[in-house]
C-alpha cells in the first residue's frame, strides 16, 4: 500500500518537473585562455514540450564588451524526456591581455519562450574563464642587457656534397638517355643517321608470318627492296662484292646474301615445292633479322 502511494505520488509530481525551465553550460575549458584564442561553450535550455523559441531573442555575433567578441552562433532544437530541449553553440574570441592569471566574466543574456500559458524569459547567467598572460610582468634582473634575450640554437650541419653529386649523376644519366633515344629515333642532329631499312623489315615480316601469309615471294620482293635502299640503287648479286667493300658490317652475312639471292632466284624462275618453300621462309626470316642486328651494330 506504501509503495503504491509513492508511485502515485511520483505520477503526479513528473508533469510539474517536465514543466520546469533549465539552463546549462557546457565550456571546452575553464581556464588557460590567451589573448586572441577563441573560447568555445555550449549552453542547454530545456523547457517545457509545447514551448517555442523566439529565434530575435539570440545574441547577436558582435562586440560584448571591450576585449570580447561573440563570433558565431549555432542553434538545434531537439526533445530529451518529454521536454523541449534547444542547444546553442557559442564561439567568443578573447582580446584581453592578461598581465597575470586572472578569471574574467562572459557576459550572460536572456531568451524569450512561449509556452501554453504564455510568455517568459529564460536567463542564461554570466559565467567566468581563467585567461593568462603571454609573458612574465617582471622579468628576473640581470646584470647585462644581452642576458635578456635567449642564446642562438645551434644549427645542425648538413653535408651538401653528397646532394649536389647525386644531382650531377642523376643529370648526366638523363642526359645520356635522352642522347641515346634521339639517335635511335633520328632526332636532330642525329638527323642524317641511315635509316634502318632492316630493322623496318624485320618487323614487317614478323607481322606477315603472324597473319599466317605463306606468300614467299612477295616477302622476297620486300627484301629486295630494302636491299635496293640500303645500296642507294638496285642490287644484283653481280652488285655484292661493291655493297660488302661498302657496306663492312654486312660481310659476315656474304653467305646468306648468297643464299638469298640463291632462292630468290629459284622462287621465281625455277620453283619449288611447298614443303621447300616453308623451310626457304624460315631461312628468310632469319636472314633478315640478321641483317637486322647488324645493322643496329654498325
Not at 509545447?50 to 529565434?55: E, F, G, Q, T
Not at 567578441?69 to 521536454?83: C, F, I
Not at 620482293?221 to 642490287?235: K, P, S, T
Request: aromatic share 8%.
Amino acid at each position: 500500500m506504501r509503495m503504491a502511494c509513492i508511485a502515485l505520488l511520483l505520477a503526479a509530481t513528473l508533469p510539474a518537473w517536465a514543466q520546469e525551465t533549465a539552463v546549462r553550460i557546457h565550456s571546452a575549458r575553464p581556464f588557460g585562455y590567451f589573448v586572441g584564442d577563441l573560447i568555445h561553450a555550449r549552453i542547454d535550455v530545456s523547457a517545457p514540450a509545447d514551448a517555442v523559441l523566439s529565434r530575435a531573442s539570440l545574441p547577436n555575433p558582435g562586440p560584448l564588451t571591450g576585449s570580447l567578441d561573440l563570433r558565431d552562433v549555432e542553434l538545434s532544437e531537439t526533445t530529451e524526456n518529454g521536454a523541449r530541449l534547444w542547444r546553442l553553440d557559442l564561439t567568443y574570441q578573447n582580446f584581453y591581455v592578461a598581465l597575470d592569471a586572472r578569471d574574467v566574466e562572459i557576459p550572460g543574456f536572456e531568451l524569450s519562450i512561449s509556452t501554453a500559458t504564455g510568455a517568459q524569459t529564460v536567463a542564461v547567467p554570466p559565467w567566468r574563464i581563467g585567461v593568462s598572460p603571454l609573458r612574465e610582468v617582471a622579468p628576473q634582473k640581470q646584470e647585462q642587457a644581452s642576458d635578456y634575450l635567449r642564446p642562438d640554437g645551434s644549427s645542425a650541419f648538413t653535408d651538401e656534397a653528397t646532394p649536389r653529386n647525386l644531382a650531377f649523376g642523376a643529370g648526366a644519366a638523363a642526359l645520356l638517355a635522352l642522347a641515346l633515344v634521339a639517335r635511335d629515333r633520328a632526332w636532330p642532329p642525329f638527323q642524317q643517321r641511315q635509316a634502318r631499312v632492316f630493322s623496318a623489315l624485320a618487323r614487317q615480316i614478323a607481322t606477315r608470318r603472324g597473319a599466317d601469309d605463306t606468300n614467299l615471294a612477295v616477302s622476297i620482293q620486300l627484301v629486295h627492296r630494302a636491299l635496293d635502299q640500303a645500296n642507294g640503287a638496285i642490287l644484283l648479286s653481280s652488285d655484292l662484292p661493291e655493297f660488302l667493300r661498302r657496306r663492312p658490317e654486312f660481310k659476315p652475312l656474304r653467305v646468306d646474301f648468297e643464299r638469298f639471292f640463291e632462292t630468290s632466284r629459284r622462287i621465281f624462275f625455277g620453283g619449288e615445292s611447298s614443303m621447300e618453300e616453308d623451310f626457304a621462309a624460315e631461312q628468310l626470316a632469319q636472314f633478315v633479322s640478321r641483317l637486322a642486328r647488324q645493322e643496329r651494330a654498325g
